[in-house]
């Protein structure tokens, strides 16, 4: 079992920033891949981005792509996304998300963090 803990949601104006945390435990860090998901009020949830279990590799959505950053520490246990240019649509709930691999967690991660709020106001 992997257990996650998001932190550093909250609120941010259209065009700032914002850094979200994912502590993980139950598993050797340095053995699973990483990601995280977000689920917007009313929409079905979506991945965001993922990193392999070493950080070499990272995929984004075509969205994210070029405003977020996906990255990991394995000495800490922790992985980071920040997340810059924000606009209203970011708004949701982001929920760390962990796997075997990073093509795993895109596709269906088996382990999830209970989420953290994201809120970006015009």
């Known amino acids: 079992q992997v257990q996650l803990v998001e932190s550093g949601g909250g609120l941010a104006q259209a065009g700032g920033s914002l850094r979200l945390s994912c502590a993980a435990s139950?598993?050797?860090?340095?053995?699973?891949?990483m990601g995280w998901f977000r689920q917007a009020p009313g929409k079905e949830r979506e991945f965001v981005a993922a990193?392999?279990?070493?950080?070499?590799?990272?995929y984004y959505a075509d969205s994210m792509k070029g405003r977020f950053t996906i990255t990991r520490d394995n000495a800490e246990n922790t992985v980071s996304l920040q997340m810059n240019n924000l606009t209203p649509e970011d708004t949701g709930v982001y929920y760390c998300?962990?796997?075997?691999?990073?093509?795993?967690?895109?596709?269906?991660?088996?382990?999830w963090g209970q989420g953290t709020q994201v809120t970006v106001s015009s």
């Open positions: 998300a962990a796997g075997s691999t990073a093509i795993l967690v895109r596709s269906g991660p088996p382990y």
């Open positions: 139950g598993r050797t860090f340095s053995s699973i891949a």
């Open positions: 990193i392999s279990t070493r950080g070499g590799h990272t």
